[in-house]
C-alpha cells in the first residue's frame, strides 16, 4: 500500500508538468459541463418575472380587444335573431299554404322579444325562444297569421325592428312582410333608422 503511494509521489515530482496539464484540462471540463448543467437547468422553465410580463402583455391585448369582440357578438346575436324570424314567417307561410289552414304566429307575453309560437288549429308547430341582448320591436298586439293562400289575414305591412340592447352601435335589421305576406331582410348600415335605403 505505502508502495503505491510512494509511486505515486515520486511520479508527482518528475511528471508535475503533465499531471498539472492532465489536471487542469480534467477540472475545465469538469467546469464546461457545470456550466452546460446550469444553462440547461435555466432553459427548462420560466422565471416569475418573465411569467408576469407574459400576463401583463396577455392582459393588455384582451382590454385593446374586447371591446371591438363585444361588437362582433352583438352584430351576430342581431343577425342570427332576424334569420329565425325571418325563417318562422317563412315556414309558417308555406306550412299554412300546405295545410291549407291558417297559421299563426304569436309571440309571447305579449312581445317578440320573449319568443314566439307558431301555432296551426291549436298544434304548436314551432317556437322559438328570446334572444338575449336582442330586442324585437313590433306593431302593439301584432299576431301574424296566415291562410290556405299564403297570405295574411290582415293585410298589411308589418315591419319588425331587431336592434342590440347591449352595443348602441350595432345595425339594426328589419324583418318586412309585405301584403302578399312575404318577408324579407333589410339592414340599416347607414345608421339614420331606415331599413329600407340600407
Not at 24 to 49: H, P, Y
Not at 106 to 134: C, E, H, I, K, M
Request: a positive charge.
Amino acid at each position: 500500500m505505502f508502495g503505491v503511494f510512494a509511486k505515486t509521489v515520486i511520479a508527482f515530482k518528475l511528471h508535475r508538468p503533465s499531471l498539472w496539464r492532465a489536471a487542469t484540462v480534467l477540472g475545465c471540463r469538469k467546469r464546461r459541463q457545470n456550466i452546460a448543467v446550469n444553462v440547461m437547468g435555466r432553459e427548462s422553465g420560466f422565471t416569475m418575472t418573465e411569467l408576469m410580463i407574459a400576463v401583463g402583455i396577455a392582459a393588455i391585448l384582451t382590454a385593446v380587444a374586447a371591446p371591438s369582440l363585444m361588437s362582433v357578438v352583438a352584430a351576430q346575436r342581431v343577425k342570427t335573431a332576424a334569420f329565425d324570424l325571418y325563417s318562422a314567417v317563412s315556414y309558417a307561410r308555406s306550412e299554412a299554404i300546405k295545410r291549407n289552414a291558417v297559421v299563426t304566429i304569436t309571440p309571447r307575453s305579449g312581445a317578440f322579444s320573449n319568443g314566439y309560437d307558431l301555432v296551426a288549429g291549436g298544434t304548436v308547430l314551432r317556437s322559438q325562444a328570446g334572444s338575449p341582448g336582442v330586442s324585437i320591436s313590433a306593431p302593439p298586439d301584432l299576431t301574424l297569421a296566415f291562410d290556405g293562400s299564403g297570405r295574411l289575414t290582415a293585410p298589411a305591412r308589418y315591419q319588425l325592428e331587431l336592434t342590440s340592447g347591449q352595443v348602441s352601435t350595432t345595425a339594426k335589421r328589419c324583418v318586412i312582410i309585405n301584403t302578399t305576406g312575404r318577408p324579407t331582410i333589410h339592414v340599416d348600415n347607414n345608421h339614420d333608422g331606415n331599413c329600407i335605403n340600407g
